[in-house]
């Protein structure tokens, strides 16, 4: 298991998701990259994160963590780079229909504000998104 980080089960939400306390590594600190690494895209500011799980687990019950890398391109995709394709699109259209360039940049804003509505949404609501949770696995002493 190379792509996992290891938590402690807070609560058990229902049958299949539980709630992780993630526990930071060390190195993880001193990172200038730790804000859009591997985890922390699906952590809370308590570092609580929402998992899925098929074993018996109980509460504080040590885990890994484990995010699929296929999952974790896409929702780095749609997090990252769907706002920032939205607001140069949107930038473009509000430059052929305005004549004044603020009036293109204020569109290029109401496309970033859609787009982070969207990405929103799907992840809070959309079934298929949910697939996209991290899930864990208990670790065997």
Do not use: H, W
């Not at 930038?91 to 009036?103: P, Q, R, S, T, V």
């Not at 290029?108 to 990405?119: D, E, N």
């Not at 949404?121 to 996209?132: H, R, S, T, V």
């Amino acid at each position: 298991m190379e792509n996992y980080d290891t938590g402690i089960i807070e609560k058990i939400i229902d049958k299949n998701n539980v709630l992780v306390k993630v526990l930071t590594k060390g190195e993880c600190s001193s990172c200038s990259s730790k804000e859009g690494c591997r985890i922390t895209l699906f952590m809370d500011k308590n570092n609580l994160i929402e998992a899925k799980y098929n074993e018996e687990l109980k509460i504080g019950d040590k885990v890994y963590i484990i995010i699929n890398g296929v999952n974790r391109v896409i929702s780095s995709l749609l997090v990252f780079a769907f706002p920032i394709i939205s607001l140069i699109i949107f930038y473009i259209i509000g430059n052929l229909l305005f004549d004044k360039e603020i009036l293109a940049i204020l569109s290029s804003l109401t496309g970033l504000i859609i787009a982070f509505l969207i990405v929103y949404i799907l992840l809070k609501y959309n079934k298929k998104f949910q697939n996209f949770k991290p899930s864990v696995t208990k670790i065997k002493n």
